[in-house]
C-alpha cells in the first residue's frame, strides 16, 4: 500500500470516527426524551448512518437539504417522538454537525452554517410531517371509534362506552366533544393541560368564542359550514389564548358526527400542541432569513421580497432600489482588523434604518460591504433619489468605532419603474452597473440607472470576458499607417495600430478594447504580440519599404518587470536591430514617473531603440522635464493642429506649435505630428518645421499587404 493510499484510508478512519462520537452524543442527548423500545447502544446504531446521511448532504454540490427532511421520518419510525424530543434532536445537529461533519474544513464556516442551519430546517419539517401523518391515523382511528360509539350506544352501549373512554383518556392529542351550539360536553386531560384548566373548567366553555387574532380568514367559514352540515370536517393550523396570556399553537382536525338518521349531533375537535414546533420554525426561519451581524434581512429574504414585488398581480404598482456599496471598506479591513470593520457595518446599519423608517421600506445587508433599500409603490423616482440623499446624509457624520471617528463615503445605484417589467436578475444587474457608475465618478453619490448606460456597461463586460480567449483564437490583426517625411513626401516608416475581428461586433478599434485589456492585465500578452507581429513585419516587406515601426507602450506594459527582456528577445527572434522600433508612451503615463519607473525606457533607448512621447500637450507636463526622458521624438496630439486645417489657420495654434517644434529641435528631438487631413494643413507644418506626419492626407490605416502594394515604389 502506498503512503498515499495509507493517508487517504487514515482520513477516512477518523471521519467515521467523528462520525461515531456524534452519534453517541446524540443517542446520549435524545435517549431519555424518547419513547423507544431500544436500549441506549442500539439507539446509538440506529443514529449512526443518519449521521452519515447528514454529513453527506453537508458536502454535496449542488446543496440540498432533502436528506434532513429523511432523516426526520426515520426518526419518528424510531418512535423518538416525545414533545422534548425534537429540539434535543436539533440542538445536537446545531452544536456538532460542522464539528464533526465537516473534519477536514472543505467549506468555509460561514457556508457550513448556513447549509447545517438548512438542514435543522428540513429535519424539523420531516419530523413534523411525519409525526402529524401518524397523530392523523390516530386520529381517524379516534373518529371511527367515536362514531361507532355514539351509533351502537342503544346495542352495546357499555362495551362501545369503555372501549371510547379507554382511546379518548389515553389519547396524547387534545379531545373535545361538543354539541351543534358549540358548548363543549366532554374533553379530555390532553386537552385540559394544553389550556391549562381542568376538564370541568373546559366543559363550560363553547368553542364559538375560541376566536384568535390570527385566526386564518376561512377558519370560522369552514366552522360554519360544518355546524350548516355542509362538510363533514376539516383540517387547519389555530392560535388559542391561555389563562397566562400566551398563544397555543395547534394543529385542529374538527369533524361532524351524525345519528343514525344522518343528522347532525356532535362536533368532534382534535387538538394537537405544536407550539414548540412552531417556534422552532420560526427561530429557524429568522436565522435563514436574517443577517446575524447586522440583524437586517439579509439576501435571502431580500430576493423573496423582490421577486414578490415583481410578480405581476403583487397589487404593487412600481418599485424602487437603492443599492448601496460603501467606498474603501476594504482599507477599513485591512488597516483596523475585521473587529472594527464589523463594527462599522453595524452603525452604517443602524443609521440606514433611522432614515427609512416607512413600512413599505426594506433595508436589507447582501453581502459584505452592500445594502440594498427596497420600496414598495414610491410616489416617483424622486421619493427614490431623496432616500438615497438622506442615506448620504445620514453617513456623513463620521462613525466612533474603537476609539476613532471613520469617515464613510458610499456609491448608490439607482433603479426605479414599473412593477411586473423586468425579472429580479435584472433589476439586481442593473442596480449592480449603477453603483459602479457612481463609484467611477468619484464615489459618495448616487447614479439613476439608465438603459443606454446599463447596454453599454454589458457589451464592455461582454469584451473583457471574451478578451483572453480572442487572443488564443488569432482574432486579434494589424494595420499599419506611414509616417511621412515632411521634407519630400517619402515614407520614414509606419505606425502598427491593432484590431479585433469580433466574431458578433465585427472589426473593433483599440478605443473598444485596450482600455479593458489595460484593466483586466491582458494587455501585456497582447502588447507582446503587437510588437513580435509588427517587428516581424519589416523582415517580409520588400525592398524600398521602411524597416522602422511604431509600436504603442501601454503604462501596464511600461511598468512590467519584463519589459526590456521581452522586448530583446522579439527583436533578436526577429533578426532585428534595435533601430528599427520605435516604442510611442503616451505623456500622462511619464508625468509623474520617477528615476526607476524610466529606467527601462533608459535601457532600451541605449540599445538603440527609438522612443517616442505621444499624444504631447495633452499631459501638461514640464517642458524642462523633456530632457530628464529617453525620448527621441515628440508626437504632437492632433488637438493642437486642428486649427491649422482653417484657411487662414488659427494664430493660436501656429505660435503654439511653433514654439513646440522650436523647443524640441532645441532638444534634438524630432517632431511628429498626428492628425493631418487636409493640404493646406500639412503646408503649415511644413513651413513651420515639422519632421514627419501621419494621418487620413496621406494615408488610412490599412493591412501589410495594401501598404507595401501602395508604398512600395515611394
Do not use: N, W
Given at each position: 500500500?502506498?503512503?498515499?493510499?495509507?493517508?487517504?484510508?487514515?482520513?477516512?478512519?477518523?471521519?467515521?470516527?467523528?462520525?461515531?462520537?456524534f452519534a453517541r452524543i446524540w443517542s446520549r442527548a435524545v435517549y431519555p426524551a424518547t419513547q423507544t423500545s431500544m436500549t441506549r447502544a442500539e439507539l446509538e446504531d440506529f443514529l449512526h448512518p443518519l449521521v452519515r446521511t447528514l454529513s453527506e448532504a453537508l458536502h454535496t454540490q449542488p446543496f440540498s437539504p432533502a436528506p434532513g427532511r429523511e432523516v426526520g421520518k426515520a426518526l419518528v419510525a424510531a418512535h423518538c417522538t416525545s414533545p422534548d424530543a425534537l429540539p434535543h434532536i436539533l440542538g445536537v445537529v446545531e452544536s456538532y454537525l460542522v464539528l464533526y461533519g465537516s473534519p477536514h474544513g472543505l467549506l468555509a464556516v460561514d457556508e457550513a452554517r448556513s447549509r447545517c442551519a438548512r438542514l435543522q430546517h428540513a429535519i424539523a419539517a420531516g419530523f413534523t410531517r411525519a409525526v402529524r401523518e401518524r397523530t392523523l391515523a390516530e386520529q381517524e382511528a379516534l373518529s371511527r371509534a367515536a362514531l361507532a360509539a355514539q351509533s351502537a350506544v342503544e346495542e352495546a352501549l357499555h362495551a362501545s362506552e369503555t372501549r371510547f373512554r379507554a382511546v379518548f383518556e389515553g389519547a396524547t392529542i387534545g379531545i373535545g366533544i361538543a354539541d351543534m351550539n358549540g358548548r363543549l360536553r366532554d374533553a379530555n386531560g390532553a386537552l385540559a393541560r394544553m389550556f391549562g384548566h381542568t376538564v370541568e373548567e373546559m366543559c363550560r366553555r363553547n368553542i364559538n368564542d375560541w376566536v384568535h387574532p390570527d385566526d386564518a380568514p376561512e377558519v370560522w367559514r369552514l366552522?360554519?359550514?360544518?355546524?350548516?352540515?355542509?362538510?363533514?370536517?376539516?383540517?387547519?393550523?389555530?392560535?388559542?389564548?391561555?389563562?397566562d396570556g400566551t398563544v397555543l399553537w395547534t394543529n385542529l382536525t374538527l369533524s361532524l358526527l351524525r345519528d343514525a338518521e344522518g343528522e347532525p349531533r356532535y362536533q368532534l375537535a382534535l387538538m394537537e400542541d405544536i407550539t414548540e414546533r412552531r417556534l422552532l420554525h420560526l427561530r429557524l426561519r429568522y436565522e435563514a432569513t436574517h443577517d446575524e451581524l447586522t440583524g437586517l434581512p439579509n439576501r435571502t429574504l431580500f430576493a423573496e421580497r423582490l421577486e414578490r414585488i415583481l410578480t405581476a398581480g403583487s397589487g404593487v404598482r412600481r418599485f424602487g432600489l437603492c443599492y448601496l456599496d460603501i467606498d474603501g471598506f476594504k482599507t477599513v479591513n485591512d488597516s483596523l482588523g475585521h473587529a472594527v470593520g464589523d463594527q462599522l457595518l453595524v452603525?452604517?446599519?443602524?443609521?440606514?434604518?433611522?432614515?427609512?423608517?416607512?413600512?413599505?421600506?426594506?433595508?436589507?445587508?447582501?453581502?459584505g460591504d452592500e445594502f440594498v433599500i427596497l420600496i414598495s409603490d414610491p410616489d416617483g423616482r424622486e421619493e427614490v433619489t431623496s432616500l438615497a440623499r438622506a442615506a448620504l446624509a445620514t453617513l456623513a457624520t463620521p462613525i466612533s468605532v474603537d476609539g476613532r471617528d471613520l469617515s464613510v463615503r458610499a456609491s448608490i445605484g439607482i433603479v426605479e419603474g414599473p412593477s411586473g417589467e423586468l425579472e429580479p436578475a435584472e433589476v439586481m444587474r442593473s442596480a449592480d452597473i449603477t453603483m459602479y457608475r457612481a463609484k467611477d465618478a468619484g464615489g459618495n453619490r448616487y447614479e439613476v440607472a439608465d438603459p443606454d448606460s446599463d447596454a453599454r456597461a454589458i457589451d464592455r463586460h461582454s469584451l473583457t470576458t471574451h478578451?483572453?480567449?480572442?487572443?488564443?483564437?488569432?482574432?486579434?490583426?494589424?494595420?499599419?499607417?506611414?509616417?511621412?517625411r515632411m521634407s519630400d513626401g517619402t515614407v520614414d516608416g509606419a505606425e502598427a495600430l491593432v484590431r479585433w475581428a469580433h466574431p458578433v461586433h465585427g472589426r473593433l478599434g483599440p478605443d473598444r478594447f485596450i482600455p479593458l485589456a489595460e484593466h483586466t492585465g491582458l494587455i501585456v500578452p497582447l502588447g507582446r504580440w503587437v510588437l513580435e507581429q509588427a517587428v516581424a513585419q519589416t523582415c517580409t516587406w520588400a525592398s524600398g519599404l521602411p524597416l522602422r515601426v511604431n509600436v504603442n507602450l501601454s503604462p501596464r506594459q511600461l511598468h512590467h518587470p519584463d519589459l526590456v527582456p521581452d522586448t530583446i528577445a522579439v527583436l533578436e527572434a526577429a533578426g532585428v536591430e534595435p533601430s528599427a522600433l520605435c516604442l510611442e508612451v503616451t505623456e500622462s503615463a511619464l508625468i509623474s514617473a520617477d528615476e526607476a519607473e524610466l529606467k527601462p525606457l533608459w535601457q532600451l533607448a541605449e540599445l538603440g531603440v527609438d522612443i517616442a512621447l505621444d499624444d504631447f500637450g495633452t499631459g501638461y507636463s514640464n517642458l524642462a522635464n523633456l530632457r530628464k526622458l529617453p525620448a527621441t521624438t515628440l508626437k504632437l496630439d492632433r488637438s493642437f493642429t486642428q486649427g491649422l486645417q482653417r484657411h487662414p489657420a488659427d494664430p493660436v495654434d501656429v505660435t503654439f506649435v511653433e514654439g513646440i517644434v522650436s523647443l524640441a529641435h532645441a532638444l534634438g528631438l524630432a517632431v511628429t505630428v498626428e492628425g493631418v487631413e487636409t493640404e493646406h494643413q500639412a503646408g503649415q507644418l511644413r513651413e513651420l518645421g515639422c519632421d514627419t506626419a501621419q494621418g487620413w492626407y496621406y494615408a488610412r490605416p490599412s493591412s501589410a499587404t495594401e501598404f507595401a502594394r501602395e508604398w512600395a515604389t515611394s
Open positions: 500500500m502506498t503512503p498515499s493510499h495509507e493517508h487517504t484510508e487514515l482520513d477516512d478512519d477518523r471521519a467515521d470516527d467523528g462520525l461515531r462520537r366552522h360554519r359550514e360544518l355546524a350548516r352540515g355542509e362538510r363533514d370536517h376539516f383540517r387547519v393550523e389555530k392560535p388559542y389564548q391561555r389563562p452603525s452604517v446599519a443602524e443609521r440606514l434604518q433611522s432614515c427609512t423608517a416607512a413600512p413599505a421600506h426594506l433595508v436589507a445587508r447582501i453581502g478578451l483572453p480567449a480572442a487572443l488564443e483564437r488569432d482574432e486579434f490583426f494589424l494595420e499599419f499607417q506611414p509616417l511621412i
